[in-house]
């Protein structure tokens, strides 16, 4: 009883130690990459908002305050957006066509759910969040991440 259950100890022991090794050496981690952290940071949050408000039938008072916040998260990022990092590859990749071409797309569809915010538009701004949508899809297929 005693054997069995050091030998089940020792075995969780090295299944444990393994399941660290094969993190450390191989676990797909993003590294903080000035766009991953304005992504994951700004980015996603302010959308992810702004497509929880649009999801609902109608929108308070109160969700209006809310959007606005979110389109107007999303309106600061959109020139970083187009600056696109400060590593050499970053920079490279920000000279592209595809990468100017999503980056301003990402700037119109934001600006068009930022001015129907303004005017309490609900359908405008589903529309523009739909299209946002298309836009952060279509950047992440053009660049898929190096490490996923
Ligand atoms: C102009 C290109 C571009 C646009 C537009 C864009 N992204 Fe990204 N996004 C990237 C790149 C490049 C990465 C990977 C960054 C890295 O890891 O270095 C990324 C990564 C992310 C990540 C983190 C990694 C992941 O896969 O979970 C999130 C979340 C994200 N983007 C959300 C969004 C959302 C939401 C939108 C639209 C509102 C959007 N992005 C629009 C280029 C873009």
Same mark, same amino acid.
């Given at each position: 009883?005693?054997?069995?259950? !050091?030998?089940?100890?020792?075995?969780?022991?090295?299944?444990?130690?393994?399941?660290?090794? !094969?993190?450390?050496?191989?676990? !797909?981690?993003?590294?903080?990459?000035?766009?991953?952290?304005?992504?994951? %940071?700004?980015?996603?949050?302010?959308?992810?908002?702004?497509?929880?408000?649009?999801?609902?039938?109608?929108?308070? %008072?109160?969700?209006?305050?809310?959007?606005?916040?979110?389109?107007?998260?999303?309106?600061?990022?959109?020139?970083?957006?187009?600056?696109?990092?400060? #590593? #050499?590859? %970053?920079?490279?990749?920000?000279?592209?066509?595809?990468?100017?071409?999503?980056?301003?797309?990402?700037?119109?569809?934001?600006?068009?759910?930022?001015?129907?915010?303004?005017?309490? %538009?609900?359908?405008?701004?589903?529309?523009?969040?739909?299209?946002?949508?298309?836009?952060?899809?279509?950047?992440?297929?053009?660049?898929?991440?190096?490490?996923?």
């Amino acid at each position: 009883m005693k054997i069995t259950f !050091a030998v089940v100890v020792w075995a969780m022991g090295v299944a444990f130690v393994s399941l660290g090794t !094969a993190r450390g050496a191989g676990e !797909a981690r993003a590294p903080a990459t000035f766009m991953y952290i304005l992504m994951v %940071d700004m980015i996603g949050p302010a959308a992810n908002s702004l497509w929880a408000a649009t999801a609902a039938p109608t929108l308070s %008072d109160q969700d209006w305050v809310r959007v606005k916040q979110s389109t107007t998260r999303l309106s600061e990022s959109a020139p970083s957006v187009s600056f696109g990092g400060t #590593t #050499t590859g %970053d920079i490279e990749r920000a000279k592209s066509s595809a990468w100017t071409s999503w980056a301003a797309k990402f700037t119109d569809k934001v600006s068009l759910a930022a001015n129907a915010v303004e005017r309490r %538009d609900r359908m405008a701004l589903v529309a523009a969040a739909d299209d946002l949508l298309e836009v952060c899809e279509g950047c992440h297929v053009a660049f898929p991440q190096t490490v996923r």
